[in-house]
């Protein structure tokens, strides 16, 4: 995985297809914000659905918003099967190519997942819900590692492969703090509210550690990676606390809140912030992983010069 992408191209599209999802999360989050999740109880629905509402229709908010979301995973999932294709076509890697089609395969999953969401609502709504939730950051850590892949940088040998570790506890902390945001986004249960604000607790210090790793061992690549890091970071935890304050600094149940756009805004801005702190903790360990391979390769082949000489 140390050789160079075969063209720049596979790289553009895949950071595009990186962006696809993202906003495929935030629609996805604005969905849950509203209440809005069965607000069309059909499903599969065309990609051209939210073209082919009647006036009536459009100044249905919760209607327009989860066929806003529906259209965006259409896009989404459109994105990824071509950069699936194109990496099938153009890729000399073969690990990068299964890659591709791992990515495939798991955003088919993620809109089956929707798709049972809707229909099985009264049996397994909830279940579905967050199983879809928890699942779309998988998706997009595959296609993260995919664009990082892809870009044309070769890796120098370095003392990097000391962050592969750490970087590996930072993404356990995330995306459990990730899954435990889910639980609480779909349940509100009490031990959910304690267990999200005691792992954002650690999710912070795994991913502070990391960046401060990132920056004092590694190459240029993964110091910029780590002032990503450092950045999303300290705006998760802003986001985190505003969003917190939305939901329970009321002291009301949070289901019986008005929604209002504000409630909504913030709390989507801070899942999409979620979303963006994996993206970087992701990059972080994947350049770790890659800085490693090539400091493996060069040590391989300083004996094999040496004998020649």
Known sequence: MTD???????????????????VTMGFGSVVTNFKAGMADRAW????????????QQRHDVPLVIEHSHRAAAWVA?????????????????????????AALVGVSLQALLGGLRVTEDAR????????????????LALLVTVA????????????????????????????GQIVLGVLLRH??????QRAHLL??????????????????????????????????????????VEAWMAQFGHFQVPDALPVTAPRV??????????ALLLSATVGVAVLARREAAAASQAAATEPRLEEAA
């Open 4 to 22: 160079t992408p075969t063209s720049p191209w596979l790289h553009r599209w895949s950071v595009l297809t990186v962006c696809a999802a993202v």
């Open 44 to 55: 599969p629905t065309p990609p051209d659905a939210l073209l082919r509402m009647t006036p």
């Open 77 to 101: 999932g459109g994105s990824v099967a071509v950069l699936a294709l194109l990496l099938g076509l153009f890729e000399r890697r073969r690990s990068v190519r299964w890659l591709g089609v």
């Open 124 to 139: 397994w709504g909830t279940e579905f819900k967050v199983f879809h939730g928890c699942f779309a950051p998988l998706v």
């Open 148 to 175: 990082i892949l892809t870009a044309r940088a070769a890796p120098a040998p370095t003392s990097a492969g000391r962050l592969l570790r750490p970087s590996l506890y930072a993404l356990a902390a995330v995306y």
């Open 187 to 192: 349940t509100s249960a009490a031990l959910a």
């Open 199 to 240: 792992m954002a607790f650690a999710a912070v210090v795994a991913v502070a550690w990391l960046a401060r790793l990132a920056w004092v061992e590694g190459d240029r690549a993964l110091r910029v990676a780590g002032v990503v890091l450092a950045a999303v970071l300290a705006l998760q935890v802003g986001l985190g």
């Open 265 to 274: 805004a913030v709390r989507t801005a801070h899942v999409l912030g979620g």
